[in-house]
């Protein structure tokens, strides 16, 4: 590590957030990010990594996506955030855009700066529209840091601040049980029920077949919303533009943030059906963000949606998808007793390690040999494993051999076995 890097770790330590920073050198990732171009990172000694992390998939289409860049840069000629208060160009433009390509039914776009805002809103709908406060989600779910989006995910979230639930507004079940889901609902007290598609701080188990569906009846038969968080399994990673519809599930409300800022604006939204967006007609200014719905934000999301609904861009992640999971399942037949499993719908993957916390060494020796993904918060046994959704072929083929030699060098150390590959 070079002196103006350790200078520089030092200061963020006392400016910034001491516990993060010294977290990540403890792990072995001394990563302070410099360059970053495609789905490249470069650190400030000059590191280049591949990146399969990408922040839960707000670099889908890289980072710092030409085409984007192009139009931000015409759009700061002309516009800057924008009046919260009033009509905007962009920002209808957007809201008609996303009510064309979401699923049937949802109207009206509410916009906020980040997901955990649009997770917000998407609550507040949901009990406006019902008249009634019990939100119900699943053990190990993560939906945001802010208030009631915390209050919907694990105790981790919320404890720090002394903000566990005290009324009982918040239930959690375990996710894939349809008869816990039913218990809860069936009092026909909940406003809502929300998941994400497929959950991304748990690892990102895979719905069983027809699990989504029977919840969405359930809410349904017993007068509850369904909102779906599509803020990481959104805008093609499945290989469909919203995971919740490979599904075959229409939601009341559908969150959208992350991918939809092309990492370039921030931006969020959440999508509202005519019942859940009644509070729009009543009083518009029940909520307000100044920097929701920016409009530069707006005009970014729009080429968003237009890059990603290119067919041709479906077509590279099915292909993308079929040959990492190819080359991922040849690694794991060299290490069968460490790597154990692979969870994918598309470019969503999870890769299982046989120890509870397996996923942390393998993360390090990546990182070591030039790739950057993360462990599963909430269950470090599990490595997100996230390609891009325009990655080449080349790019899949570097990546695969360095995870090649970094999954070798974990086993190693975790199990005390030679990584010598199982003939």
């Not at 289409?61 to 192009?70: A, C, I, S, T």
């Not at 994918?344 to 060494?361: C, D, R, S, Y």
């Amino acid at each position: 590590m070079s002196q103006a890097k350790e200078e520089f770790l030092e200061r963020s330590k006392t400016f910034w957030n001491p516990h993060k920073t010294q977290f990540w050198q403890d792990v072995g990732v001394d990563l302070v990010i410099d360059r970053r171009e495609n789905y490249h990172l470069y650190d400030m000694d000059g590191k280049r990594l591949i990146d399969v992390h990408l922040n839960g998939g707000t670099y889908n289409l890289g980072h710092r996506n030409p085409e984007l860049l192009e139009v931000l840069n015409a759009a700061g000629k002309r516009f800057d955030m924008g009046n919260h208060h009033f009509p905007a160009l962009a920002r209808t433009a957007l809201a008609e855009t996303l009510a064309e390509c979401t699923p049937e039914g949802l109207q009206y776009t509410i916009y906020g700066a980040g997901g955990a805002e649009a997770i917000e809103l998407a609550i507040k709908s949901a009990r406006n529209a019902t008249k009634k406060r019990k939100i119900i989600s699943i053990i190990k779910a993560y939906h945001g840091h802010t208030g009631l989006a915390a209050q919907t995910g694990d105790e981790r979230f919320t404890k720090t601040f002394l903000s566990e639930d005290v009324l009982d507004e918040f239930v959690q079940v375990p996710f894939n049980d349809l008869n816990a889901m039913e218990d809860a609902l069936k009092g026909r007290d909940a406003a809502a029920v929300i998941m994400e598609t497929i959950p991304a701080t748990y690892g990102f188990p895979m719905p069983h077949e027809g699990y989504l569906q029977g919840v969405k009846k359930l809410c349904e038969r017993y007068d509850s919303l369904y909102i779906a968080d599509e803020v990481q399994t959104g805008l093609m990673r499945t290989g469909a533009l919203w995971g919740i519809t490979k599904y075959g599930v229409t939601p009341d409300i559908m969150v959208v943030g992350k991918g939809i800022t092309g990492g370039m604006y921030p931006i969020s939204c959440c999508v509202v059906n005519e019942r859940a967006g009644q509070w729009l007609k009543e009083d518009g200014f029940a909520h307000m963000s100044t920097a929701g719905g920016a409009e530069l934000g707006c005009i970014v999301a729009l080429k968003v949606l237009e890059i990603t609904q290119r067919p041709e861009v479906a077509s590279m992640v099915n292909y993308i998808s079929d040959y990492v999971r190819s080359g991922l399942d040849d690694i794991r037949a060299l290490y069968p007793d460490f790597f154990i499993g692979i969870r994918q719908h598309g470019v969503i993957m999870g890769l299982e390690f046989n120890h509870p916390e397996g996923a942390k060494p393998v993360m390090r020796h990546l990182y070591e040999h030039g790739v950057w993904a993360i462990f599963s918060t909430l269950d470090p046994s599990v490595l997100q494993f996230k390609p891009g959704i325009l990655m080449t072929q080349e790019m899949c083929e570097e990546m695969l051999r360095r995870v090649e030699v970094a999954v070798g060098l974990a086993q190693r150390e975790v199990m005390g076995v030679s990584s010598r590959r199982v003939a």
